[in-house]
């Protein structure tokens, strides 16, 4: 029987009405909620996280990523790190619905510019923005998921998908910032992160606490922070 405080009643014509899809006429991207990207495809090409089409309409192809088509040293350096950015491309002509785990989707525009991103963050990437996997150098210690991010750089948009709304912190030379490396989406270009140990929060914690390993940024740039830490695991581990 329905209950009042576990929803409420519409009828079908209702719901359809409300829920239907938007044509808001956006562009390449467009948000039809916080957690549902539409990508509109006309002859046209999206890189797309792995699993993450939940519909389409339209006449579109899908075929995984080739491992040399971002080139040998990326392989490489996937293989090392177990990086996460894993595409799908999609190929036609129609509408695709791409949506992560019901995470908040923005859209981000590139204009010329570089952004580092976490590679488990990225949802939807266009074809103009090139990729290169990037380490984490000065390291003291040995965590893939804070030590291999992607760069992205170019004119066009991206997609990310985090855990609730991001913030941005100002870095300054006067004014570094330390984050969670599981709690770190991106950081801008220009800023080289490096990955520290903080031995009294290793030891009221234990060695299994996220917050005794941390990454600082030093210079002027920004960093993206999400309220949720995601589990990383150590190299060899």
């Excluded at 409420?8 to 957690?35: A, C, D, I, K, P």
């Excluded at 580092?116 to 266009?126: I, P, R, T, Y």
């Excluded at 090139?130 to 893939?144: A, F, P």
């Excluded at 998921?145 to 300054?172: S, W």
Aim: proline share 3%; charged share 20%; net charge neutral.
């Amino acid at each position: 029987m329905w209950h009042p405080t576990l929803g409420s009643m519409t009828s079908l014509s209702s719901f359809v009405s409300e829920h239907s899809e938007q044509n808001r006429n956006q562009g390449f991207f467009e948000l039809e909620s916080e957690w549902l990207l539409e990508v509109n495809l006309r002859s046209a090409m999206v890189l797309m996280k792995i699993g993450s089409m939940v519909a389409y309409r339209g006449d579109i192809t899908f075929a995984r990523e080739g491992i040399l088509e971002q080139g040998v040293g990326n392989v490489l350096k996937k293989v090392i790190s177990s990086e996460g950015a894993v595409f799908t491309k999609a190929t036609g002509t129609g509408k695709l619905y791409l949506a992560n785990r019901a995470r908040l989707l923005t859209i981000i525009k590139l204009a010329g510019e570089a952004l580092f991103m976490n590679g488990n963050d990225l949802l939807a990437v266009e074809p103009t923005l090139t990729r290169d996997i990037r380490m984490v150098r000065r390291l003291t210690g040995m965590l893939s998921g804070g030590l291999f991010n992607v760069k992205l750089e170019g004119t066009g948009a991206v997609v990310i998908a985090t855990h609730g709304k991001p913030m941005v912190l100002e870095v300054t030379p006067q004014s570094p910032v330390c984050t969670d490396p599981q709690a770190t989406v991106g950081w801008s270009s220009g800023l080289e992160p490096e990955l520290k140990t903080d031995i009294q929060l290793k030891s009221l914690f234990g060695r299994g606490s996220g917050e005794s390993l941390q990454m600082r940024f030093e210079g002027k740039g920004f960093v993206i922070v999400q309220p949720y830490e995601e589990r990383l695991t150590r190299v060899g581990a």
